[in-house]
């Protein structure tokens, strides 16, 4: 299965641009796409206006059969041993993975997520109890996935 990350813009501040490219180099060895969409700036338009437009940016990104997960400060916490879980399930193409060819990671801009992108995901992980700022929230999930995998592989980067 194919595992897809995207991300809203250019990360900010531009001191966190090294960890994201080291991140999303690592996490390339393990088949793991990361994609940039571009944001809505946050103008005269309504908050939601502004999050429907990074939405529809976001639906033309999904394909037929992906299994969208949307991060989200009001989704489930997700945990390292939870995470490596779901990419052995994905791996073997088992449930709640069964059937989709692709998972996609969303993290919203600057205002979060329109309701119809939480709506629409098959989960809705939160990966803090606190409002991370868009370029934390990116290298959490980064780091995140990469510690899964090297659980799933065996490899000493996580200590239990």
């Known amino acids: 299965m194919e595992i897809c990350v995207l991300l809203p813009g250019k990360i900010k501040p531009k001191a966190l641009v090294p ?3 080291e991140y999303a180099r690592r996490l390339k060895a393990f088949g793991v796409e990361v994609l940039e969409y571009k944001d809505e700036k946050v103008s005269s338009r309504t908050p939601e206006q502004t999050k429907q437009a990074e939405a529809e940016r976001i639906f033309k990104r999904l394909k037929a059969g992906d299994y969208l997960v949307a991060c989200d400060e009001r989704g489930k916490k997700i945990q390292t041993l939870e995470l490596a879980e779901l990419i052995k399930n994905s791996r073997r193409g088992e449930f709640p993975l069964a059937g989709k060819r692709r998972m996609v990671v969303v993290i919203g801009g600057a205002l979060g ?5 939480r709506q629409k995901a098959d989960a809705v992980w939160s990966l ?8 934390v929230a990116r ?3 980064l780091e995140g ?8 592989d065996g490899h000493p980067y996580h200590n239990e």
């Open 19 to 21: 960890a994201q490219e």
């Open 113 to 117: 997520l329109a309701e119809s992108v």
């Open 128 to 135: 803090s109890s606190l409002v991370l700022a868009g370029g």
């Open 139 to 141: 290298i959490v999930l």
């Open 145 to 152: 996935l990469y510690r899964a995998f090297t659980v799933v």
